[in-house]
């Protein structure tokens, strides 16, 4: 058995501080593996990237999420005792129930939501020199998805339950400010929405997202507690506002390659896709996930033994040159004639959703990029006036410096 290549010991929190997103990846270069091992935050972390090493990461007979998922995490991120932190029966019955909210009848009510709430703002931006992209499309998201899921969220709260879920997610990785500003956002936000559960559980309309949480039963027969309720209704409405993310880096990319805004206009379906992915695949939103070794097993020689926390990188898999050529080149093309397959792609993680941990809501993630990019390339025009757009890849989450700034927003011919 060879043991696992270490890397700085003593530096490993240090050097996530400062290479954020490229860490492992760096790192992986640097040892010419996909395996290290590292000190982190007290515990030691073994770190994979790679088509091969998400295989095992997503093998539920090899791996778990039990005990994986840092408290800091929950208390900002996912909420305590989320479904991201359950396996076994747990896990298949709750993703179950998340998986029959994304019929294809049930999305295209999303993106119709959208268009509607994205048409009510612009109506605002006519009237403003200027936008943040980012907030805005925050914002006519938390409104589309509180309707879809049956929350009341009158317009002149959308702004602030909006910034509420943005500042759980810009929290996950950070310590101090940052951090407790997530925190208090998701203290409010489960207050609020334990408030919306009580009430949903006697008169929710059939079919909502909060129907379906608040009705749904656990494998022991009894239903989530008023609080479990509204955490997992947050780990809906949370990451469909979370989409602004990918909406500010596809129209950072519009602007880089003015070609693509042509195609956009053009309305075919397939450069369309292809656009979308290669956004989701580029730009940096989920860093790394980690699990728990069930078992003691081997991995290509190496030894993992029973609850060592692993860490699979996503971004770095996104960017690994044998799977992705010139990974750091953004060329929508490279998807014509390549099929994605179940372990190479991890912006929402790997495998199958049915049946592991992989995002539920890839496909509303896609159509709502499309709903935005149509009216954004369709239905309005704007200046991107000069603005730092550089991301800084050492921050989690992180966005182009400026947010995304436009001017002179008016209606296309
Ligand atoms: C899980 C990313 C949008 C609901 C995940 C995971 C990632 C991810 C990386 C973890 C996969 C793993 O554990 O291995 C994203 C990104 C999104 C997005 C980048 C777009 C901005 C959505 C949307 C929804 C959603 C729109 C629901 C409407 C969930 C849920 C889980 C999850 C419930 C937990 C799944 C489980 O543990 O089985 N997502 N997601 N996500 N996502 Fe998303």
Not at 158 to 180: H, K, P, T, Y
Request: with cysteine; hydrophobic share 40%; aromatic share 10%.
């Amino acid at each position: 058995m060879t043991e696992i290549p270490k890397k700085n010991l003593l530096t490993g929190a240090y050097r996530l501080y400062k290479e954020g997103y490229q860490f492992i990846g760096h790192t992986c270069e640097e040892l010419r593996t996909d395996i290290f091992q590292i000190r982190l935050f007290g515990q030691t972390a073994i770190c994979l990237r790679g088509e091969e090493a998400a295989k095992m990461f997503y093998d539920v007979n090899k791996m778990q999420r039990k005990g994986a998922v840092p408290s800091t995490v929950q208390q900002t991120l996912t909420g305590k005792d989320a479904i991201h932190t359950t396996d076994g029966q747990v896990h298949a019955l709750r993703k179950s129930m998340f998986l029959s909210l994304m019929t294809d009848e049930n999305i295209s009510r999303l993106s119709g939501l959208f268009n509607q709430a994205l048409h009510r703002r612009f109506a605002h931006w006519q009237l403003e020199p200027s936008i943040r992209l980012f907030d805005e499309m925050a914002r006519a998201l938390c409104a589309a998805v509180c309707g879809w899921a049956g929350v009341t969220c009158p317009p002149d709260e959308e702004q602030r339950r909006a910034a509420d879920f943005i500042a759980m997610v810009d929290a996950f990785s950070s310590v101090g400010l940052r951090n407790w500003r997530g925190r208090f956002a998701r203290t409010r936000a489960e207050r609020w929405l334990t408030k919306i559960i009580k009430d949903g559980r006697k008169n929710a309309d059939p079919g909502t997202a909060l129907s379906c949480i608040a009705t749904y039963r656990e494998p022991s027969g009894e239903p989530l507690s008023d609080r479990l309720a509204a955490i997992e209704l947050i780990n809906i409405l949370r990451p469909t506002i979370a989409i602004a993310w990918y909406i500010v880096f596809a129209v950072t990319a519009l602007h880089e390659s003015p070609d693509w805004r042509l195609k956009f206009i053009a309305d075919r379906d397939d450069d369309q896709s292809h656009f979308i992915d290669e956004v989701r695949r580029f730009y940096p939103l989920a860093p790394f996930m980690g699990a728990r070794a069930k078992v003691n097993f081997d991995w290509q020689g190496y030894r993992m033994p029973k609850g060592a926390l692993v860490l699979l990188d996503l971004y770095g898999t996104n960017h690994d040159p044998r799977l992705w050529p010139l990974p750091y080149r953004f060329d929508p093309n490279r998807f014509h004639d390549r099929r994605i397959r179940p372990f190479d792609f991890l912006a929402q993680g790997g495998g199958d959703a049915a049946t592991g941990h992989r995002c539920p809501g890839e496909k509303i993630t896609v159509a709502l990029m499309h709903t935005a990019l149509k009216f954004l390339t369709g239905e309005v025009r704007y200046s991107l006036p000069e603005q730092d757009l550089k991301t800084d890849l050492s921050r989690m989450p992180t966005t182009p410096e400026s947010g995304v700034i436009l001017t002179n927003i008016r209606k296309s011919f």
